[in-house]
């Protein structure tokens, strides 16, 4: 799976628009992008996926650019829920070492 | 729907004792996997079932079974615990194995302590 930049930290406003960014430049072409999040001592929750057209469902907004090289996850109203760790990642088939590693992800904080 | 469940939600063990994690889904899927995460890390798959009476080995086996035991159960078994098996154990499922159908539905994990 290719690997995926997030940054470490990012702050939003409550009512304002988070606009998580990712890079994926080594991304292939079959290789799906997805989001996931964490908060703190739960499980994982899916949020959205997509392989190269914009996505979007009731949690949230999944922008890829033309290149595929990038994508922005956008929650359209953060709420003080939203707090907790997003993680991009970007994976094809499952395999014996296609691990779920989220790596550091980027840690949303809303703030009231 | 309970989506996915697990059971225990907390364990401690004695290094050398055994015991097996349980995991049900009903949401009819066909796929599931165990993870576990350490302290400040991401998951890392254990072992995964891509449809009932399937099992296949992920990037950290070596300690484990599994068995799936129909398509609602997918147990995790720990034959003799070591400190290093402490962590967070999740079980998922998935619709599929593969995109763009294998978005993972998560329980909400086993804490798991070897002394």
């Known amino acids: 799976d290719a690997k995926t930049t997030q940054p470490p930290s990012m702050d939003c406003a409550e009512g304002r628009a988070a606009n998580l960014p990712c890079n994926h430049s080594?991304?292939?072409?079959?290789?799906?992008v997805y989001w996931y999040r964490q908060i703190h001592s739960q499980g994982p929750q899916y949020i959205i996926h997509?392989?190269?057209n914009n996505e979007t469902n009731e949690m949230a907004s999944l922008i890829i650019t033309e290149d595929r090289k990038s994508s922005t996850l956008i929650l359209p109203h953060a709420t003080l829920r939203d707090t907790a760790v997003y993680y991009c990642?970007?994976?094809?088939?499952?395999?014996?070492?296609?691990?779920?590693?989220f790596g550091a992800g980027t840690r949303l904080t809303v703030k009231p | 729907n309970a989506g996915v469940t697990q059971t225990p939600k907390f364990q401690v063990l004695k290094t050398g004792q055994s015991m097996t994690l349980q995991c049900a889904q009903d949401m009819n899927h066909n796929s599931m996997y165990w993870y576990r995460q350490d302290p400040g890390m991401g998951l890392r798959l254990i072992y995964y079932?891509?449809?009932?009476?399937?099992?296949d080995k992920g990037e950290v086996p070596n300690g484990y079974n599994v068995s799936r035991l129909n398509k609602r159960e997918f147990s995790l078994r720990l034959e003799s615990a070591a400190p290093s098996q402490t962590s967070v154990y999740f079980c998922?499922?998935?619709?599929?194995?593969?995109?763009?159908?294998?978005?993972?539905?998560f329980g909400p994990g086993t804490r798991l302590t070897v002394l």
């Open positions: 997509g392989l190269k």
């Open positions: 998922a499922s998935s619709e599929a194995p593969n995109p763009p159908y294998n978005e993972q539905f």
């Open positions: 079932s891509a449809s009932e009476g399937t099992t």
């Open positions: 990642i970007v994976r094809v088939e499952i395999s014996f070492n296609n691990d779920m590693r």
């Open positions: 080594t991304i292939s072409g079959n290789e799906y």
